[in-house]
């Protein structure tokens, strides 16, 4: 390019350039009310902040009940400061209902698991309880540290309708964290959708879920599909496999 051409592109640029001043009342796009409500964080981010419904202190399951009958005590073991599946004695889920929240959960892999694939530390969290058994949305609880089953169905998938963005594990023995933020569905008053529940989820702090429009509920068999209701439990799943118990602790729920 010659200097004389230059010259004019560069007279052009100049002569176009945007002006940067700026015009107008920079008040009049501000926005002051209303005021969001003051919360207190907890001391660290799994801590619960001054707003959380505690569901699991360490101490007992007050806020929980059996699945297979709701008048029933929920039967897992409560023991230093964790809740460990006991086996046989079915699902548990909160006795409060919820719409939209935001949730966290530890859970914990016995440092001595065995089995595999899906037998290897299977539990869950279903984000909406909506009937008796494994009725709801599941975002898985397995194993995956370093144990390969279908991937629509490894930690942190939503149970085979979303793969994890990434496999965040953590070895077995060691406590690992989920915050969930959950958007429950919405129906209308002959039943159909009328806006389908959407997730978002961090795995031990690393997003694995991101938005994702939920399908419909959680099938083993079939596609997922929707059925209408309202809030619902949180529950937790008792998996049938042999492998040994894992343990949940620190549960804290803000309703959104
Ligand atoms: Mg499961």
Request: net charge neutral.
């Given at each position: 390019?010659?200097?004389?051409?230059?010259?004019?592109?560069?007279?052009?640029?100049?002569?176009?350039?945007?002006?940067?001043?700026?015009?107008?009342?920079?008040?009049?796009t501000?926005?002051?009310?209303?005021?969001?409500?003051?919360?207190?964080?907890?001391?660290?981010?799994?801590?619960?902040?001054?707003?959380?419904i505690?569901?699991?202190?360490?101490?007992?399951?007050?806020?929980?009940?059996?699945?297979k009958?709701?008048?029933?005590?929920?039967?897992?073991?409560?023991?230093?400061?964790?809740?460990?599946?006991?086996?046989?004695?079915?699902?548990?889920?909160?006795?409060?209902?919820?719409?939209?929240?935001?949730?966290?959960?530890?859970?914990?892999?016995?440092?001595?698991?065995?089995?595999?694939?899906?037998?290897?530390?299977?539990?869950?969290?279903?984000?909406?309880?909506?009937?008796?058994?494994?009725?709801?949305?599941?975002?898985q609880?397995l194993?995956?540290?370093?144990?390969?089953?279908?991937?629509?169905?490894?930690?942190?998938?939503?149970?085979?309708q979303?793969?994890?963005?990434?496999?965040?594990?953590?070895?077995?023995?060691?406590?690992?964290?989920?915050?969930?933020?959950?958007?429950?569905p919405?129906?209308?008053?002959?039943?159909?959708?009328?806006?389908?529940?959407?997730?978002?989820?961090?795995?031990?702090?690393?997003?694995?879920?991101?938005?994702?429009?939920i399908?419909?509920?959680?099938k083993?068999?079939?596609?997922?599909?929707?059925?209408k209701?309202?809030?619902?439990?949180?529950?937790?799943?008792?998996?049938?496999?042999?492998?040994?118990?894992?343990?949940?602790?620190?549960?804290?729920?803000?309703?959104?």
């Amino acid at each position: 390019m010659n200097n004389k051409i230059t010259a004019i592109l560069l007279a052009g640029i100049i002569n176009t350039a945007p002006v940067f001043s700026q015009q107008g009342d920079p008040k009049a796009t501000e926005v002051w009310s209303p005021v969001p409500k003051i919360v207190t964080p907890g001391a660290t981010s799994s801590d619960a902040p001054s707003d959380a419904i505690i569901l699991f202190d360490g101490k007992n399951l007050d806020e929980w009940v059996s699945v297979k009958d709701a008048n029933t005590p929920a039967q897992w073991t409560v023991a230093n400061g964790a809740v460990t599946v006991k086996k046989g004695t079915g699902n548990i889920q909160t006795k409060k209902s919820f719409t939209d929240y935001q949730l966290h959960i530890e859970w914990r892999i016995p440092a001595t698991i065995t089995g595999s694939g899906q037998a290897r530390g299977n539990s869950g969290v279903f984000l909406a309880s909506t009937g008796p058994g494994d009725d709801g949305y599941e975002i898985q609880v397995l194993d995956c540290y370093n144990n390969t089953t279908y991937v629509n169905g490894q930690t942190a998938s939503i149970y085979k309708q979303s793969i994890p963005l990434v496999n965040a594990c953590k070895k077995p023995g060691e406590w690992q964290s989920y915050d969930i933020i959950w958007t429950a569905p919405r129906f209308n008053d002959d039943g159909s959708l009328k806006s389908p529940a959407r997730v978002t989820a961090l795995h031990n702090g690393v997003l694995v879920q991101n938005n994702f429009e939920i399908k419909g509920v959680t099938k083993y068999i079939g596609a997922p599909e929707y059925k209408k209701h309202g809030p619902a439990p949180i529950k937790l799943q008792d998996h049938g496999d042999p492998s040994e118990p894992i343990s949940y602790r620190n549960i804290w729920i803000r309703e959104l």
